[in-house]
């Protein structure tokens, strides 16, 4: 069964740091993968994904993130964190289901911009 | 814009009282789902509709029930609500042969029951 682990639910990163969110898969086919970010009492928003092709993938506001199957990495980066960027991180992997597919999620990781 | 719409955002019943959240779209997915996330939890998905067919997750409460009048709306019945089912609820939805690009959340609703 496909998984997501993501180590660290909470991030503290300074205005201007970079900002690495760790995401683990574990996947017995070639997974689809996915970062999704949710601002308080909203719902998710896609940052990325992850389907074939380019292992290098870049997102909305600036984000990005690396397919490293020998690792079964995921991991979400910005160069540069801005205090808007503030939230919760979800990564995600895709699950076929009965035509369609479903997400499983990670448990998240809160990120704290510092001024 | 195309979007995906979630009425009310904030609902408060009292235990065991029946409630009904919504959900529509203008997107014409074919494909809508539930999650239900508890704080600081990941979303966990309750059930989802590919068009008519209905699809439960195996460990979905029988509490929960879903329906889907047509394309553009589904709704979210608790039968019997109790104080462990106070959540977000998060409508989803995508296009069956297009999941993997995403899919599209409304905004959530918030549960609360007293």
């Known amino acids: 069964a496909q998984s997501v682990t993501q180590l660290g639910s909470h991030v503290s990163v300074s205005e201007g740091a970079l900002v690495l969110l760790r995401c683990n898969y574990s996947?017995?086919?070639?997974?689809?993968l996915f970062w999704y970010v949710q601002y308080p009492n909203q719902g998710l928003q896609l940052l990325l994904k992850y389907t074939t092709g380019a292992t290098l993938v870049k997102g909305i506001n600036g984000f990005e993130a690396e397919f490293k199957k020998s690792e079964t990495s995921f991991h979400l980066t910005k160069p540069s964190a801005h205090m808007s960027d503030a939230a919760e991180y979800f990564c995600a992997v895709s699950d076929r289901i009965s035509g369609t597919y479903k997400y499983i999620f990670g448990t998240g990781t809160r990120l704290k911009v510092l001024a | 814009d195309a979007m995906v719409i979630q009425n009310p955002r904030y609902q408060v019943t009292q235990f065991g009282k029946p409630v009904t959240l919504s959900c529509s779209q203008t997107l014409n997915h074919n494909v809508m789902y539930w999650y239900q996330q508890k704080s600081s939890q990941a979303p966990k998905l309750l059930f989802h509709?590919?068009?008519?067919?209905?699809?439960n997750e195996a460990d979905t409460p029988d509490n929960f029930q879903s329906r889907r009048p047509n394309t553009s709306f589904c709704f979210l019945d608790i039968r019997s609500p109790g104080l462990g089912d106070a959540a977000m609820y998060l409508c989803?939805?995508?296009?069956?042969?297009?999941?993997?690009?995403?899919?599209?959340f409304g905004p959530g609703t918030r549960l609360t029951v007293t």
């Open positions: 509709y590919y068009d008519k067919d209905f699809n």
């Open positions: 989803a939805t995508s296009r069956a042969l297009e999941t993997l690009r995403g899919q599209y």
């Open positions: 996947s017995s086919v070639p997974p689809y």
